[in-house]
C-alpha cells in the first residue's frame, strides 16, 4: 500500500504558517518566557519522527529507559515535519511547557541559538560525559556557531539521485546515474520516450519536498550558490543557468515537472527518477515495484551534493539538571549501536565515526548497495549556503521561486531576482541586527 508522503499531507499550508509565525518571534529579540516547569526525571521530546521512525523511535526510548531505570522518557508529536515542530517550539516559547530535547532541521537551529532559545552545548559536554570527538566531523560542525555548538546530529541526510532500473535498461541506458545534469540533459528525452504520455523521466520535489534543499547541489555544478556566507548570489550567471536548467527541463524539452510527492510518485513509477532524502529510502524500497537505483549526485567538478536533515537540541530555559538528562539522552540515542540502528531501519545515515566503520554497518552496505550509496556520498558532500539554512523562512522562499518556474514557467531572472530580494529584506530586518558584533 502506498503511503502518504513523510512530509505530511497539510505539509504545504502549514509550512508557509510556520515559517510567518518563526519570523515574528525572531524579528522581536524574544528569547522565550517559557520553562513549563518540567520534572527533571522525565525527559520530554519533541519530534516529527523524520523518515516514519516513530517505532524506531520508541524502541530507542525502550533502550534508553532500560539502562537508566530512574528516567522516563515521554516521546510527544511535535508535528508532521519539521517546520511544524519550529512551529510549536516557538509557540511554547511565549510561556507554554518547554520540551527537555527538541527536534531541528537544518533551517531552523540556527534562528533558536540566535534569540538565545536553545542552549549552547559544550558547557555541558562535560557533566553528560559526550565524547563529541566520536562525531563524524562535518556534521558536528554543522552546528557550530558563535564558537559554540547548538545541536548534536541525529537524522542527517543528503539528497540521493534515485532511479527506476527498469526504464533505464529499456533506454538503453548503463545502470547508474548521471555524471552532469547536461549528461542528464540528454537522456531526459530517451528516457520519456520510454514512459509514454502519463508519466515522466524525471520528478522535481515541489518547495515543501524541500527543492531548496535538492537543487543546491545541481546549482553549485552550474558554478551558482544561494549565498556566500550572507551575500546572496541568486541572480549570478551559474544560479540563473541551473534555475534555466530546470525550467528547460519541464518546459522546453518536456521530460520532467515538480511532482507534490517525490518518494511515492517515484515508488509508484510515476515519475522514471527524482532528487529525493537519504531518509526516503526505507519507504522507497517497501513502496517499489521494480528494481531501485541510486546514486550520487552528478558533481563532475566539485560538490554537487550537500548535506541535510536534523539534530537534536535543547531549550535554554530549563533548569541545569533537565538540560543534563537531555544531552544524556541525545548522546544516548545517537550513539554507535543506537544510530547504527535508526540508520539501517530508517536511511538516515549514522552520525558516529565508530558507527561508519563497523562490522554491523560493513556487512550492512554489503547486503544493502542503497544504503551503501548514502554512506559513500557522504564525504563528497558540502555544507549549506546560509541563505537557506540560516535565514528564517528562506528555504521556502527559495523552494517557492523554483517551483514557480516549474508549474508557471515562471521567468527566470526576475524570479530569481524577487527570490534574492525577498531574502536579503530578512537578513537585513531580523539577522544583522542580532550578529555578535
Ligand atoms: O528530509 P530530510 O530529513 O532529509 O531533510 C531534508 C532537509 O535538510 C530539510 O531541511
Known sequence: ????????????????????????????????????????????????????????????????????????????????????????????LSGGALPDVVMLSDVWWFNF??????????????????????????????????????????????????????????????????????????????????????????????ATDYLGWTFQGPVRTFGGRYSDQFDLKFTEPGTIAAANYLRSSIHDKKYAAISNDIANDFGAGIIASTIASTGDLSGIAKNAKFDVGTAFLPAPNGPGCVTGGTGLA????????RKVNALKFIDFITNTDNTTYFSQKVGYMPVRKSALTSASTEQFLAKNPNFATAVNQLPKTTSQ??????????????????????????????????????????IDRQITPKLPK
Not at 528562506?394 to 531574502?423: C, P, Y
Open 1 to 92: 500500500m502506498v503511503e502518504l508522503s513523510r512530509r505530511g499531507f497539510l505539509a504545504a499550508g502549514v509550512t508557509a504558517a510556520a515559517g510567518a509565525v518563526l519570523t515574528a518571534c525572531v524579528g522581536s529579540g524574544n528569547s522565550g518566557s517559557g520553562s513549563g516547569g518540567g520534572n527533571s526525571n522525565t525527559i520530554t521530546w519533541w519530534s516529527s519522527h523524520p523518515g516514519k521512525s516513530t517505532d524506531v523511535e520508541k524502541d530507542l526510548i525502550t533502550r534508553f529507559q532500560q539502562a537508566n531505570p530512574s528516567l522516563t522518557v515521554q516521546l510527544v508529536d511535535g508535528g508532521k515535519n519539521y517546520e511544524e515542530v519550529a512551529q510549536k517550539f516557538n509557540a511554547a
Open 113 to 206: 541559538a540566535l534569540i538565545g532559545a536553545i542552549a549552547p552545548l559544550d558547557d555541558l559536554f562535560g557533566k553528560a560525559s559526550v565524547n563529541t570527538s566520536d562525531y563524524v566531523d562535518s556534521l558536528y560542525a554543522d552546528y557550530a556557531w558563535n564558537n559554540k555548538h547548538w545541536a548534536l546530529p541525529y537524522a542527517r541526510s543528503t539528497p540521493l539521485f534515485y532511479y527506476n532500473k527498469a526504464v533505464w535498461q529499456q533506454a538503453g541506458l548503463p545502470d547508474r546515474g548521471p555524471t552532469s545534469w547536461q549528461e542528464f540533459d540528454e537522456w531526459g528525452p530517451r528516457l520519456q520516450d520510454v514512459v509514454g504520455s502519463g508519466k515522466l523521466a524525471h520528478g522535481w520535489g515541489n
Open 314 to 321: 535543547i531549550p535554554a530555559k530549563i533548569s541545569d539538571e
Open 385 to 426: 549556503d546560509y541563505a537557506r539554512v540560516f535565514v528564517p523562512g528562506g528555504d521556502k522562499i527559495i523552494g517557492t521561486g523554483f517551483e514557480q518556474i516549474g508549474l508557471r514557467n515562471a521567468d527566470v531572472d526576475s524570479t530569481m531576482a524577487s527570490v534574492q530580494s525577498q531574502i536579503q529584506q530578512i
